[in-house]
């Protein structure tokens, strides 16, 4: 379904018209919470493994022509 992953796909109940909150139900919303938050991070972390890599890449780049300048 739109090419997400089926353990990518969390239940959510509305409590708009509940007076009472029911254990199993909250406790479904609080594990779906915490795989959303599992997930960021993970995607966190990738993100600044990237932006690490193209620092990397960059920074050898301008190397040599600092240096020429630095000769000059």
């Keep these: 379904m739109f090419g997400m992953q089926i353990n990518n796909i969390f239940p959510v109940k509305n409590y708009v018209s509940e007076m009472e909150l029911e254990v199993d139900t909250s406790t479904l919303a609080l594990l779906a919470l ?32 600092e240096k020429a300048n630095d000769k000059e």
Excluded: A, D, F
């Design 34 to 65: 915490r795989q959303i938050l599992y997930l960021t991070e993970g995607y966190m972390e990738g993100l600044q493994e990237n932006m690490k890599r193209v620092k990397v890449s960059t920074g050898n780049c301008e190397q040599p022509s």
